[in-house]
């Protein structure tokens, strides 16, 4: 099993709040990502981050930032929830830093889905 | 173009079929492949990396054809476990997945 952790699994919230998605591995992997996933649709990456205060957007437009202070642990933010952020949110991390040439596996967390009424 | 297309199926086959689907890509310059495996409504996990000689492991086969850009996964005397959907997932300095093939084995 890997070692990655999100929470909450579920959140239900109303518009205009702010959430905070939480992301934790305890695999000392460099590389996390956050994709999005909506039911029968492909994994979008939205985010992803090759090590401490590195952050990059990913092929997915998200008005959702992340922010990467502790190698472990890989946030992502949304400011103003809006319904249209309703999805399954997936935490990733593979090992490997910025310049790695193989691209390893990536490990996934459980996931948050989150519903914004 | 989709970066990774994959034939969405439903692939629905009897226990103990053989059932094989492939993934075609579009960056000639991709460099890992893999075949992740998606049960309803949980995280991706990873099946198996999918190398130039091709590769088996145990039920399954996978294959690469860089010619064609094209990947397979083929599965033998399939379980009813092996229900889900097949990602299938290509890469050079970033991973891009496909939508994925569901594959439902019936008793």
């Known amino acids: 099993e890997a070692d990655i952790y999100q929470t909450p699994r579920y959140l239900v919230i109303g518009t205009g709040k702010k959430i905070t998605l939480e992301c934790s591995q305890t695999m000392g992997h460099d590389k996390m990502y956050w994709y999005q996933q909506d039911p029968g649709m492909e994994l979008h990456l939205i985010h992803y981050s090759y090590g401490v205060n590195s952050t990059e957007k990913g092929d997915l437009s998200s008005e959702s930032t992340v922010s990467r202070i502790r190698t472990e642990h890989f946030p992502l933010t949304l400011e103003s929830a809006r319904p249209s952020h309703t999805s399954q949110y997936l935490c990733a991390s593979s090992e490997g830093g910025r310049g790695t040439s193989s691209y390893n596996e990536q490990f996934f967390g459980p996931g948050t889905r989150l519903t914004v009424l | ?107």
């Open chain 2, 1 to 107: 173009r989709k970066e990774v297309e994959q034939d969405p199926g439903p692939f629905n086959v009897p226990e103990g079929a053989t059932v094989a689907f492939n993934c075609t890509y579009s960056n000639s310059a991709s460099q890992s492949f893999f075949w992740y495996r998606q049960d309803c409504r949980k995280e991706p996990k990873l099946l198996m990396s999918v190398y130039s000689s091709g590769n088996e492991d145990g039920r399954f086969t996978a294959q690469l054809n860089r010619a064609s850009q094209y990947i397979s996964l083929l599965i033998r005397d399939s379980k009813l476990s092996d229900s889900a959907t097949y990602l299938c997932v290509v890469g050079d300095y970033k991973l891009s997945f496909g939508a994925g093939t569901t594959v439902t084995v019936r008793a």
